[in-house]
């Protein structure tokens, strides 16, 4: 299927049209999907789209012993029956199209067919598919029709008794299944639409004429540079016996006076010519956005700015992004419901199927009676993926920065989040967040404070205990201890007050008296010190902002 996508596009930028023709493989239980030229292809005219087209059809080249060889299943008797008839009724010819080269032939024709011209098994065969009627029908050398049945791609309404489980155990249900109205198989992607016309506009057709001018251009220099590079003479015509005889070659002695012979003097070569492609070759790469940035190639012209360059490659983006968008909304989506209709018209078992996914190859069970009715497919290819996962990254990024330390968002839970949303299942997600190591508590100084302090040392207190506003109102309701006289007990709290500092006061006697850890100079506790001979220490009142939590004092007097 990869190389015939290839193919499927690659004829819709060209030709503007790409035709895929799906069947289906009985004996594998599979699609089949097969390239067809647009020279052999055929729509009714009066369509614009597959859907709205009476008929429908393309034609092939075939041998007739192959064709003998093919066996179908009757749906009437379920016997196997040849596939086509009236095989000998026709007659043997080398030419079969009568006339009119198929795809194939016409460039066999350039190239060397391995047929040969004697070739009389080969016939053409013509695949038509009428939509108002409902039938199929195959023409061999536009003559004798060799197949008319009723399309296989369509399926009558009908119900059918299915297990369901119920309380655990199997009970028969029966479902009704909508019938599927025929279809043509054919996928097709257009690159420029016209919504008045079937057929679409390729990137080839877009410069035309401009390619047809550059070649008349390049020819003319090439007659130009003939001309310069061969010269001509003038003879005196008293020697004209001797034209024949003269000839631009080294080392040649004519007996002539000098002067007698001279090379006719030629026009000087300006670059207008040149100048005159460059310019056709600029209007095509700005009808294709095939800029020379885009293609990766040095600018054959000035310099170029970092500003240029990135609006040139966002607006190629953008118009990639169309193209991708084109395929598939219209191509690859009725692809994509083609297949899922042959699924529900051919597959009538629970089924295995392969799935080649981003975790690699799969196999999921398939039962064909929990996916029935109409579905609409949504195809995302490669690079829309890419892209989306690119802004999902973004997002989470940005997220992660907005949630990290947050005090209010439990961080294992939007850790686990992120990853998931990354792409990491839950056993490797659990594997990572086993056992959290916690962070560690900050050392606690075991401090007793007498004495009236002023507000920037009440400031001080609160914020290294943690108080601060309702919540120390709240706390000291809780610890038994009243509300200073000049503040309301309903009344909040907007900053450190004297309630913060009784708090923070209060909290220190009730911590276990533990002795006071001696600092040296370098800055390292000695444990086990007299907490009254404290060496290295600045004097009550010094700011202690920039020095570590454990060697911080604590404004006020200590006893």
Not at 495 to 509: C, I, N, Q, R
């Amino acid at each position: 299927m990869g190389i015939k996508a290839q193919q499927w596009v690659r004829d819709s930028l060209i030709y503007g049209n790409g035709i895929l023709h799906i069947t289906w493989d009985s004996k594998k239980k599979i699609p089949v999907v097969q390239n067809v030229p647009l020279r052999d292809f055929f729509v009714d005219p009066a369509a614009t789209t597959v859907e709205n087209a009476r008929y429908i059809g393309f034609r092939y080249l075939a041998d007739k012993e192959a064709l003998r060889s093919q066996m179908v299943v009757d749906p009437k008797t379920g016997e196997m029956v040849p596939k086509y008839k009236n095989l000998d009724q026709l007659e043997d010819t080398s030419k079969p199209t009568n006339g009119e080269p198929l795809d194939k032939q016409k460039k066999e024709q350039l190239l060397g067919s391995t047929l040969g011209s004697q070739n009389t098994r080969q016939v053409e065969v013509i695949l038509m598919y009428y939509m108002d009627t409902k039938k199929v029908c195959e023409i061999a050398n536009r003559g004798t029709i060799i197949r008319e049945v009723d399309t296989p791609f369509q399926a009558p309404a009908q119900t059918v008794t299915v297990q369901v489980e119920v309380n655990g155990a199997p009970q028969p249900v029966k479902k009704d299944i909508e019938a599927i109205e025929p279809f043509a198989p054919f996928a097709i992607l257009r690159n420029y639409v016209d919504s008045s016309l079937f057929f679409a506009r390729g990137e080839v057709e877009v410069i035309k004429a401009r390619q047809e001018t550059l070649n008349d251009v390049e020819n003319m220099d090439l007659d130009n540079v003939a001309y310069y590079n061969n010269v001509m003479w003038q003879i005196d015509p008293q020697y004209a016996d001797l034209v024949p005889e003269i000839e631009s070659i080294p080392g040649a002695v004519y007996p002539i006076p000098k002067n007698a012979l001279t090379v006719i003097e030629r026009p000087v070569m300006n670059q207008d010519l040149d100048r005159k492609k460059a310019e056709i070759k600029s209007e095509m790469r700005a009808a294709t956005a095939a800029d020379e940035v885009v293609q990766g190639v040095s600018q054959s012209v000035g310099r170029v700015t970092a500003t240029e360059v990135s609006s040139t490659l966002s607006q190629a983006q953008q118009r990639f992004t169309t193209k991708v968008t084109n395929l598939e909304s219209e191509g690859y989506a009725q692809l994509g419901a083609i297949m899922f209709k042959m699924s529900q018209i051919f597959v009538d078992q629970p089924t295995a199927i392969r799935i080649a996914g981003p975790d690699g190859v799969t196999f999921k069970d398939y039962d064909p009676y929990d996916y029935y009715g109409w579905y609409e497919p949504h195809v995302k290819l490669k690079s829309t993926v890419q892209k989306l996962d690119l802004e999902q990254g973004q997002k989470l990024n940005q997220m992660y920065q907005m949630i990290l330390g947050n005090q209010w968002i439990n961080q294992a839970e939007a850790l686990r989040f992120i990853l998931t949303k990354l792409g990491a299942d839950q056993e490797e997600v659990n594997r990572l967040l086993h056992n959290p190591t916690p962070a560690p508590l900050r050392p606690k100084v075991d401090v007793r404070l007498s004495g009236e302090l002023n507000p920037l040392q009440t400031q001080d207190i609160t914020s290294q205990e943690g108080f601060g506003g309702e919540q120390t109102a709240t706390a000291m309701e809780q610890m038994g201890m009243p509300l200073p006289s000049n503040q309301d007990q309903t009344s909040s709290f907007m900053g450190p007050t004297d309630a913060d500092t009784s708090l923070a006061m209060a909290k220190s006697d009730q911590q276990q008296q533990q002795p006071f850890p001696q600092l040296n100079p370098a800055g390292a506790a000695l444990p086990g010190d007299n907490p009254d001979m404290l060496a290295g220490l600045p004097p009550a009142g010094t700011p202690g902002q920039n020095k570590p939590a454990a060697q911080q004092m604590l404004p006020g007097k200590m006893r």
